[in-house]
T-cell receptor
Framework: DQQVKQNSPSLSVQEGRISILNCDYTNSMFDYFLWYKKYPAEGPTFLISISSIKDKNEDGRFTVFLNKSAKHLSLHIVPSQPGDSAVYFCAASVDNAGNMLTFGGGTRLMVKP | EAGVAQSPRYKIIEKRQSVAFWCNPISGHATLYWYQQILGQGPKLLIQFQNNGVVDDSQLPKDRFSAERLKGVDSTLKIQPAKLEDSAVYLC??????????FGPGTRLTVL
């Protein structure tokens, strides 16, 4: 039973445009959500997070939106850059300490120059 | 600041053989995690340590997988005997309340 799902395995976007990556979850106990970025042959690196008490968190070009009633979150990257090309993982936890993160399957983003 | 170190980076073995992976977390991080990432999937938590104690190992296949964190610093993950379906990247991560979770580069295991 996949508790965190990323239904789009890949996404292709033109440089300068907006990238929108989506994530759905089923466990209503999840209280903290994170996005990780992964380049080949490297471990995932933390990008941005959001607590369930918020519906939006922004950090530079990256914004995460949370819709608790729909159990849906999304990551917006504006403007997209070729260096953003990577696999993006959505993750969820029952606390904000990083305990027992549950990851989605990932979305491969390709930003074309 | 040094990151999470893992070795080896790559390992190829035949099924039924044994293999061990090593992880050195970020200095001062009390919590250490081992994740398994099968190709095309997200990382799945195998075991979480707090210092040298196990917090959660509910998804660790204990008939063949074992992990230890003696002295609460370095950790090893062992598979004995390996199966074809164990082919994956094994990621170690460490965390502290102040820093958050940091991942190592992973060990890519191929079981033939």
């Amino acid at each position: 039973d996949q508790q965190v799902k990323q239904n789009s395995p890949s996404l292709s976007v033109q440089e300068g445009r907006i990238s929108i990556l989506n994530c759905d979850y089923t466990n209503s106990m999840f209280d903290y959500f994170l996005w990780y970025k992964k380049y080949p042959a490297e471990g995932p690196t933390f990008l941005i997070s959001i607590s369930s008490i918020k519906d939006k968190n922004e950090d530079g070009r990256f914004t995460v939106f949370l819709n608790k009633s729909a159990k849906h979150l999304s990551l917006h990257i504006v403007p997209s850059q070729p260096g953003d090309s990577a696999v993006y993982f959505c993750a969820a936890s029952v606390d904000n300490a990083g305990n027992m993160l549950t990851f989605g399957g990932g979305t491969r983003l390709m930003v074309k120059p | 600041e040094a990151g999470v170190a893992q070795s080896p980076r790559y390992k190829i073995i035949e099924k039924r053989q044994s293999v061990a992976f090593w992880c050195n977390p970020i200095s001062g991080h009390a919590t250490l995690y081992w994740y398994q990432q099968i190709l095309g999937q997200g990382p799945k938590l195998l075991i979480q340590f707090q210092n040298n104690g196990v917090v959660d190992d509910s998804q660790l296949p204990k008939d063949r997988f074992s992990a230890e964190r003696l002295k609460g610093v370095d950790s090893t993950l062992k598979i004995q005997p390996a199966k074809l379906e164990d082919s994956a990247v094994y990621l170690c991560a460490s965390s502290s309340p102040r820093d958050g979770v940091f991942f190592g580069p992973g060990t890519r295991l191929t079981v033939l």
